[in-house]
């Protein structure tokens, strides 16, 4: 299936949904934002001096893993603002390629394994072992725990540092009416997954006929649970891995 005169729904939250928006309109597709979350940086003055006191104290830390691109632009905030010159030593971590990428743009010397997910990142030998190491999973809050809770059982003393909070996004029936039509909706998170979702049943609307591409097995079972028989899995959540994904499908 080619993807060009296709209508699909991008639900990535900006900013990356615009660039997404960009890349499928390039080839052809008739993109639809809907995003089904909103990130925004934490405002709160208490937390915000949690945050500053934790990033001055980073340079305790072994490995410090970012977990998304938003991670690394509040991240790359504090550290301009905390530091000066990076601090050495630190092993810096990036889940999936586009995070990592982007922490190298921001000269963080960055490394990962491959794959796109936080179960794919403990297949990496280097986390296999981390007694007595020192980690610091920079994130939203929030979120799944499945990263924090396997780095313990291997002996880590692991931190958090909450940077944004994901704001859900919900739409009028007239504005999820003009996607009834779309052929491919496009799911980056299992927690865009559930708020798209909320939108649908707040309108009793069902589309659980089209065919819904998304980013890892853990989403593709939680759509299948939720009503979809099309579901697509692509090897990541990015949009040359989406293309690809869609490139294979038969046509519909």
Excluded at 8 to 21: A, F, G, K, L, W
Excluded at 54 to 70: A, G, P, Q, R, T
Excluded at 212 to 224: G, K, M, Y
Aim: proline share 5%; aromatic share 6%.
């Amino acid at each position: 299936m080619q993807v060009s005169g296709k209508t699909i729904v991008i639900t990535r939250p900006e900013p990356e949904n615009q660039s997404s928006y960009a890349f499928f309109k390039s080839h052809g597709a008739n993109p639809i934002a809907l995003p089904a979350m909103t990130i925004c940086p934490i405002t709160d003055p208490q937390k915000r001096a949690s945050i500053q006191s934790k990033i001055f104290d980073i340079d305790l830390y072994d490995f410090v893993i970012l977990v998304s691109k938003n991670a690394v632009r509040e991240a790359c905030e504090w550290l301009d603002r905390c530091w000066p010159m990076l601090p050495e030593a630190i092993h810096w971590i990036g889940i999936g390629q586009g995070t990592t990428k982007l922490l190298q743009q921001e000269g963080i010397p960055a490394t990962t394994n491959l794959g796109q997910t936080s179960e794919d990142l403990l297949r990496w030998p280097l986390l296999a072992n981390l007694d007595e190491k020192k980690v610091l999973i920079i994130k939203g809050e929030g979120g799944r725990s499945t990263l924090s809770d396997t780095l313990s059982q291997r002996g880590a003393k692991v931190d958090h540092l909450n940077l944004y909070e994901r704001i859900p996004l919900y739409y009028t029936d007239k504005q999820l009416s003009q996607a009834d039509k779309a052929n491919l909706i496009l799911i980056t998170s299992g927690e865009g997954l559930e708020n798209l979702q909320a939108s649908l049943a707040k309108h009793a609307k069902v589309w659980c006929d089209k065919t819904i591409i998304t980013p890892s097995a853990r989403v593709a079972e939680l759509a299948r649970r939720h009503g979809w028989s099309s579901v697509v899995q692509a090897t990541g959540a990015d949009d040359n891995s989406i293309l690809q994904a869609i490139d294979c499908l038969q046509d519909i």
